[in-house]
């Protein structure tokens, strides 16, 4: 019951989806982290799995899309419901083990995808009532579409790449900046310690009260002195 207009639209998704799906899992076996699954680091495990829910359900919309005589409305419902228990499950994570420092950015994508799976069912309503009108399932391209796009960049994170979008680079400047600044005051700090702790030493003229040789007479000064002449 799609538009047969989109036909090719859906065929080139799944083939798409379908190879992504596999490079992922290449993606994975080949990252640099040793430890997967329970152990792996919070981040790689949201990246991993919001990479997996999407493409998965990209490639069904595809699939369903493409059998002949089907409404695509109520799969969309459906992958939609498991996509947002997919992100409660993350967000459970991420409350038990909340990572600290830099690594809570990549959470910021768990609000973001669930809000685009409300958008899918909230859609899939509309699909449902409506399977021949092309608004619909024009948003319905639109929304693989996007999953596309947070699939790849997910995948492209697991495999260790820098991020270069422009606020995670400035942000890196930022503290590498503020790490060269906070070198100098620790170093004279430390300084500044050590000089403290160190013992004082006698002056070069001065001399002990006892049992030190007099320059002037040759012998010793003080109370040792007295007590040899007498």
């Not at 400047?173 to 620790?186: C, D, H, I, S």
Request: overall charge neutral; aromatic content about 6%; charged content about 10%.
């Amino acid at each position: 019951m799609v538009p047969t207009a989109y036909h090719g639209f859906f065929a080139g998704c799944a083939s798409v989806a379908a190879t992504l799906i596999g490079l992922l899992f290449v993606a994975i076996s080949v990252s640099p982290h040793k430890e997967v699954g329970r152990r792996a680091p919070l981040s790689f495990q949201v990246q991993a799995a919001v990479a997996f829910t999407t493409l998965i359900d990209t490639l069904v919309v595809a699939l369903v899309a493409l059998l002949p005589g089907n409404n695509p409305g109520y799969s969309t419902m459906v992958l939609a419901c498991a996509g947002i228990s997919s992100t409660i499950g993350m967000t459970v994570l991420a409350l038990r083990d909340w990572p600290a420092g830099r690594d809570r950015w990549h959470l910021v994508i768990i609000p973001v995808l669930g809000a685009l799976y409300i958008l899918q069912l909230l859609n899939g309503i509309d699909l449902s009532l409506h399977p021949r009108g092309p608004g619909p399932i024009h948003r319905q391209a639109l929304l693989v579409i996007v999953f596309f796009v947070i699939a790849v960049q997910r995948a492209w994170e697991l495999l260790g790449a820098r991020d270069t979008r422009m606020a995670a680079v400035v942000g890196h400047l930022v503290r590498e900046r503020r790490a060269l600044a906070m070198v100098p005051t620790a170093v004279s700090e430390t300084t500044d310690d050590a000089t403290s702790t160190l013992p004082e030493q006698p002056g070069h003229g001065a001399k002990c009260s006892y049992g030190v040789p007099s320059p002037s007479t040759g012998g010793l000064d003080g109370p040792t002195t007295g007590a040899l002449s007498s």
